[in-house]
């Protein structure tokens, strides 16, 4: 289920607090931070972003 974009408007993420970006190409169950030093993705549960940084995948 993907997040609505006025919520994605508004979200952060919690370690860097740059915008977070819906990569539904990717993972649709995921919202990864666009800041060039974090890059971390958080997932998304029954149309939930869980913005812990313990729930972060870490990028590649």
Known sequence: MPVEASLLEILAC????????DKSSDDPAELVCTGSDCGLAYPVRDGI???LVDEARRPA
């Not at 919690?14 to 970006?21: E, K, S, T, V």
């Open 14 to 21: 919690p370690a860097c607090h740059a915008p977070l970006a």
């Open 49 to 51: 972003p869980v913005l």
